[in-house]
């Protein structure tokens, strides 16, 4: 037996985080597998999945090809509970445990022919894209389906439609009084005398240019000759506008000589007249009004500026519409120039875009069909209306946007190699953009996310990186071996959230050659861990009181063939058993520092809780060779003072010394491991358990031993 007075024994090291570095502090593990950090400060094996859609007995809901999931509320308070996912070419809505049409799982936007609010045919496909890109706005979600080619959509928890207008209405037709100088026409045919009546369903005509004489009154004055022409702008039910139509051809208002007026019992005002303006496109479905708007006299007011028409006299300019309607095709124009004092936004017809985001109230798109390196803002609170001139280039040189993400200094706005930072103007009106790192950039757009302490963090082409306070850090330098193991080709479809709870950025990625992203990594405050459970094709977090993590994609029943869907993570119910994981804790090369005196490790000690009956598993590997000596086992739970088991034991039931069972904290333990590594250099243990277990910590004890494989030089 040895001599217990020679033996040395380890510091208690509580492995939380993995690192491929080859010198690590011992307290840091090479690899941790399916494992989470939990309240108390342990690491326990990872719980589920579970299908979000249980089963009620008619079997579970069908998936296909999950290419996104996203969670919002919406309402004045929030009370309309959004949970929205692409499903190969649709894009769908769960509708509740008990939707009356049989089903959870509602078509918002499928290709023509099948059911759904709009039907919309965006493709899908397995080729690398960025997945389904959502943005939550103050009223709605915007939606940018993932495929060959698609416009963005609206969905306000009611409707859903294309957001914004990619066209712009035709052009109006005006009509005015006859270029006769004894009559004039108006829109009912009717043809009058000079200074006649006006139609008391008119009222007093306004438009016109009256020119007084030398006395200064109208009774005198004539009606000079003028041209007005009109344009049309559609409204749709979120306040988003469309590009101006087409400006009318003239409409000229026949002059009036200061002898004819005087020959009448009227005044120059008298004589003027209403146009009626006719053939105004009703918009596309969601269009709620049209805005209509006209030139001051062309010949004499000086400018041929349009001017929004307001919808009546007495407070018609707190209308947001001349035509607060979708009907009617026709509009009888009876406003002064006076009254023309609200010019007309010029926005742009929306095009497809990959990428969308918000920041200083508004809208910003990028990544345009075409022009892959335009930025966009929309107009504040439009998140559908992009106005003329107001695109942004973040490279000059056009390279194509690849990420959008809000900070505290403003939005970062990345290509592939660099990092752009666009603030408000030094002067308040506009923005600028300034370089923020000249070679780092992002490659996956969804892998973006916030970290509880505000830090931004991505995958770019080295690896996963953070922003903060401006500087931009590498975070993934510990694990840059696993990194290069990243499918390159399919960086772009990464995607990644932030558990609330747990406060850890959790990104899935493509790994060894595979087209799916089939591992996901795991970062806190201390460093990284990976787990396997879910092949993420997206991935959120609620945004309410649950901040339940949801993805979807594929995973596996115990027992069956992988099957795509909705799942939910870290949670467990019996009526479905993933396929068992093995979750792993495998220690750095222990005795690193001080290898060149060697020891012989002897025995084991783990610090464990009570969790299920069975045993784990102790590989052990020496001389930092990736060869298994020894293999050994330890039990789940003390082996002289068993916990009571689910399905063996009766809450409320009597233990073998007859006390009752009731529900306790689980207790954690220690158990003893030996092993035999003579005269080694360094060692490593792989902990290793396909089922439920809790790791608290380890240490071992050694022996001094000779250097007998190695004699000094001669």
């Not at 496109?281 to 030139?295: E, K, S």
């Not at 009597?654 to 005269?679: C, E, M, N, Q």
Request: with cysteine; proline share 7%; hydrophobic share 35%.
């Amino acid at each position: 037996m040895a001599d217990v007075r020679r033996r040395f024994k380890s510091e208690i090291l509580p492995i939380r985080v993995e690192s491929s570095r080859l010198i690590l502090p011992e307290d840091v593990g090479a690899r941790v597998d399916n494992m989470y950090l939990t309240e108390e400060g342990t690491l326990r094996s990872v719980w589920g999945p579970v299908p979000y859609v249980p089963d009620y007995g008619s079997g579970y809901p069908t998936y296909t090809n999950m290419k996104g999931v996203f969670h919002a509320r919406v309402g004045n308070d929030g009370e309309r509970d959004l949970l929205i996912t692409q499903d190969n070419d649709k894009i769908r809505v769960f509708e509740g445990w008990n939707a009356a049409t049989g089903t959870p799982w509602r078509n918002l936007i499928a290709p023509g022919g099948t059911a759904a609010k709009f039907n919309a045919d965006f493709g899908s496909d397995d080729k690398p894209r960025f997945p389904c890109q959502f943005e939550s706005t103050p009223n709605g979600v915007v939606i940018i389906p993932s495929g060959e080619s698609s416009r963005a959509f609206f969905y306000d928890g009611d409707a859903v439609l294309p957001l914004g207008y990619a066209s712009s209405p035709s052009v109006p037709v005006g009509l005015s009084p006859k270029s006769a100088d004894d009559d004039w026409y108006n829109h009912t045919g009717v043809t009058m005398a000079v200074g006649g009546t006006v139609p008391s369903t008119f009222g007093q005509g306004r438009v016109g240019s009256v020119a007084l004489d030398a006395v200064g009154t109208a009774q005198s004055g004539r009606i000079n000759k003028g041209s007005y022409r009109a344009a049309v702008q559609w409204l749709d039910r979120w306040g988003n506008l469309s590009p101006l139509s087409g400006r009318s051809g003239p409409v000229i208002i026949p002059a009036v000589d200061a002898d004819a007026i005087a020959a009448t019992t009227g005044t120059a005002d008298d004589n003027l007249h209403q146009i009626m303006w006719t053939s105004i496109q009703p918009g596309p479905d969601g269009t709620v009004g049209r805005i209509l708007c006209r030139t001051q006299d062309e010949i004499n007011s000086g400018t041929t500026k349009l001017f929004e028409v307001p919808a009546y006299v007495e407070h018609g300019f707190l209308s947001p519409a001349t035509l607060p309607d979708n009907v009617t095709f026709s509009f009888p124009d009876n406003v002064a120039d006076g009254w023309l004092v609200r010019e007309p936004v010029e926005p742009v017809a929306v095009s497809p875009f990959k990428l969308y985001t918000l920041a200083f109230g508004r809208g910003w798109a990028a990544n345009f069909d075409g022009d892959p390196g335009k930025l966009h803002p929309t107009m504040p609170g439009r998140w559908g209306t992009f106005l003329e001139n107001e695109e942004i280039y973040p490279d000059p040189r056009g390279a194509e946007i690849t990420g959008l993400c809000q900070v505290p200094e403003g939005l970062l706005v990345f290509t592939e190699n660099t990092t752009f930072l666009v603030t408000v103007s030094y002067g308040g009106d506009g923005f600028q953009t300034r370089t923020i790192h000249p070679s780092v950039g992002c490659v996956a757009p969804s892998s973006i996310g916030m970290m509880p302490d505000g830090t931004a963090m991505w995958l770019g082409r080295e690896g996963f990186f953070g922003y903060q306070g401006g500087q931009i850090a590498l975070l993934s330098g510990d694990i840059d071996r696993e990194v290069r193991s990243f499918n390159r080709s399919r960086l772009l479809q990464a995607v990644a959230a932030v558990d609330v709870r747990e406060g850890k950025y959790r990104c899935w990625v493509a790994a060894n050659g595979s087209q799916q992203n089939n591992v996901c990594w795991q970062y806190d405050a201390s460093g990284w861990t990976q787990r396997d459970d879910v092949e993420a094709a997206g991935v959120c977090v609620t945004q309410d009181h649950r901040h339940y993590m949801i993805a979807v994609g594929r995973a596996q029943e115990s027992g069956q063939s992988p099957t795509e869907g909705v799942w939910l993570l870290d949670h467990q119910v019996q009526s479905w058993v993933p396929t068992p994981r093995a979750s792993m804790v495998q220690t750095s090369w222990l005795r690193a520092p001080y290898s060149q005196t060697r020891g012989s490790p002897l025995t084991v000690y783990l610090w464990l809780r009570e969790m299920e009956s069975g045993t784990i598993n102790v590989e052990v590997e020496r001389d930092w060779r990736a060869e298994v000596t020894q293999t050994a086992t330890a039990p789940l739970h003390p082996a002289d003072d068993f916990p009571p088991f689910w399905t063996t034991d009766n809450l409320g039931g009597v233990d073998a010394d007859g006390d009752f069972l009731t529900w306790k904290h689980r207790r954690p333990y220690w158990t003893r491991v030996d092993i035999f590594v003579p005269s080694a250099e360094v060692f490593r243990l792989k902990i290793t358990h396909t089922g439920a277990w809790e790791f608290i910590g380890m240490s071992f004890d050694e022996t001094p031993h000779p250097d007998t494989f190695r004699s000094a030089p001669k």
